[in-house]
């Protein structure tokens, strides 16, 4: 979901990763996600590096577009850099809730600060600004839970399904993952504004160095510490 990154995983950092997983992620899922059949079989992760860039330094992402993770819990670390402006982290419902389209926090970044979540929560990055901003990314999963899911032992993270709501937010919504996108950022009223912000966000130029490693990428369940 990102053009500019690096998967630490693939730089030698993978034990350094792990490590992390294990001493931090790993306990704190098992306090904050008790009810959560894999908060106490975090095993393996894909960690990873993302990079905003407001308009004036040139090309880059400028934000993220609303989504969920691969993982079954995040953690979303912010590295800096210092003097960057518009650092909003928005988070809505749980992916197969009838909630997942309803704003639940707006979380401003800060240097030196970290989100732990569900990976199942809709969240996005609000456009950049001023400056730049690198995020240090863990999407932590569990072997024993993906393989009971996979043989059909337990159901998969954000299923079974629930009708969708009648309260969708349009900070919520997703230009590449609501069918809908056009219709309900049209009728919100917000269509001016929204469709300026989202064409900036979009279309962004993307020319990667040769052999650079790119990301290929509450309440109750979201901690900021």
Known sequence: MNNYGLVLNE????????????KVVAPLSKILFPTEMFSNSLDHHHTFC?????????????????????????????????GFKASGLQFCGDYGA???????????HTIGTAVLHLGRRRHGADNITGGE?????????????????????????????????????TVCLSRANDA?????????????ERGEEEKKRKYVPFNPPPKASCALNVKKSIVKF
């Open 50 to 82: 993302v990079e905003y860039r407001a308009e004036e330094l040139g090309v880059g992402d400028r934000h993220l577009d609303m989504h969920h993770d691969a993982s079954e819990v995040t953690l979303n670390v912010c590295l800096g850099r210092d």
């Open 11 to 22: 730089v030698g950092m993978r034990d350094y990763c792990t490590s992390l997983m294990a």
């Open 180 to 192: 809908d996108y056009e219709d309900r950022v049209k009728g919100s009223g917000q269509g001016g």
């Open 98 to 108: 009838s909630d997942h389209r309803a704003s639940s926090l707006k979380l401003e």
């Open 133 to 169: 901003r690198v995020n240090l990314i863990v999407w932590a999963r569990s072997s024993a839970f993906r393989a009971a899911a996979a043989y059909g032992h337990v159901p998969p993270d954000g299923y079974p399904k629930t009708k969708e709501g009648s309260v969708v937010d």
